[in-house]
């Protein structure tokens, strides 16, 4: 690996990933976009458009670690009643909508004559197969939706980029702002020790494993 790109480097856990890249590769050979310093709106595609747009590629990795657990201010709902149009639509265009069209403008940046890798972090709650307690309705449906997503572009990338493997990552529940307030009982790890699980995750595949869901020990996810 010599380049990588961090999607969302402002979050605890984007911020992690790309100081162990930094780590690993050097300084200059990682690049990081977020909402609070460059502006990156990932649910705006003109502004997805003007980020990568400004990037000269090939990068090895590509990391999109954006996300949000509330959806237009509204907590998970414990209940269908609880469910909202405005969470729902919010859900959606950051969980979802937003990680597609990273995805769809990064492309052109992904290496065809090596292996590449494309990995977003998705959530074990958007697993259909493994869910048994019901609720958090708005956040699992946008992950399964991502999961879609992103299993139907590993397709197409196989078919113009043979060595790329695209994937969907849970990277467990980690301690930040983000999962702070829904941890509960869940343990959890700092940033910088997910990091160095997802990596260690990322640097096992290979394009066989493309279209896949696995969680921060490397085991498949159920979709």
Same mark, same amino acid.
């Given at each position: 690996?010599?380049?990588?790109?961090?999607?969302?480097?402002?979050?605890?856990?984007?911020?992690?990933?790309?100081?162990?890249?930094?780590?690993?590769?050097?300084?200059?050979?990682?690049?990081?976009?977020?909402?609070?310093?460059?502006?990156?709106?990932?649910?705006?595609?003109?502004?997805?458009?003007?980020?990568? +747009?400004?990037?000269?590629?090939?990068?090895?990795?590509?990391?999109?670690?954006? +996300?949000?657990?509330?959806?237009? =201010?509204?907590?998970?709902?414990?209940?269908?009643?609880?469910?909202?149009?405005?969470?729902?639509?919010?859900?959606?265009?950051?969980?979802?909508?937003?990680?597609?069209?990273?995805?769809?403008?990064?492309?052109?940046?992904?290496?065809?004559?090596?292996?590449?890798?494309?990995?977003?972090?998705?959530?074990?709650?958007?697993?259909?197969?493994?869910?048994?307690? =019901? =609720?958090?309705?708005?956040?699992?449906?946008?992950?399964?939706?991502?999961?879609?997503?992103?299993?139907?572009?590993?397709?197409?990338? =196989?078919?113009?980029?043979?060595?790329?493997?695209?994937?969907?990552?849970?990277? +467990?529940?980690?301690?930040?702002?983000?999962?702070?307030?829904?941890?509960?009982?869940?343990?959890?790890?700092?940033?910088?020790?997910?990091?160095?699980?997802?990596?260690?995750?990322?640097?096992?595949?290979?394009?066989?494993?493309?279209?896949?869901?696995?969680?921060?020990?490397?085991?498949?996810?159920?979709?």
């Amino acid at each position: 690996m010599e380049r990588a790109l961090v999607i969302g480097e402002s979050g605890g856990i984007g911020a992690a990933l790309a100081a162990a890249l930094r780590a690993r590769l050097g300084q200059g050979a990682v690049v990081g976009l977020s909402r609070r310093r460059d502006g990156l709106d990932v649910t705006d595609e003109a502004s997805v458009v003007r980020a990568l +747009g400004a990037l000269e590629g090939p990068f090895d990795l590509v990391v999109v670690a954006t +996300g949000a657990l509330e959806g237009a =201010g509204h907590p998970p709902e414990k209940a269908l009643k609880e469910v909202t149009p405005e969470a729902l639509a919010a859900q959606f265009a950051v969980n979802a909508m937003g990680p597609l069209l990273v995805l769809k403008h990064a492309a052109r940046l992904i290496p065809r004559d090596r292996r590449a890798v494309v990995a977003v972090l998705s959530a074990r709650v958007g697993s259909i197969g493994d869910n048994g307690l =019901g =609720g958090w309705y708005a956040y699992r449906m946008a992950k399964a939706a991502l999961n879609q997503g992103l299993h139907t572009a590993a397709i197409e990338l =196989g078919r113009s980029h043979r060595h790329c493997v695209c994937v969907a990552l849970h990277p +467990g529940t980690v301690a930040t702002p983000f999962t702070a307030a829904y941890a509960g009982r869940h343990k959890t790890v700092p940033p910088e020790v997910a990091a160095e699980n997802l990596l260690g995750v990322i640097d096992g595949l290979g394009p066989e494993e493309s279209g896949r869901f696995f969680d921060w020990a490397g085991q498949a996810v159920p979709w």
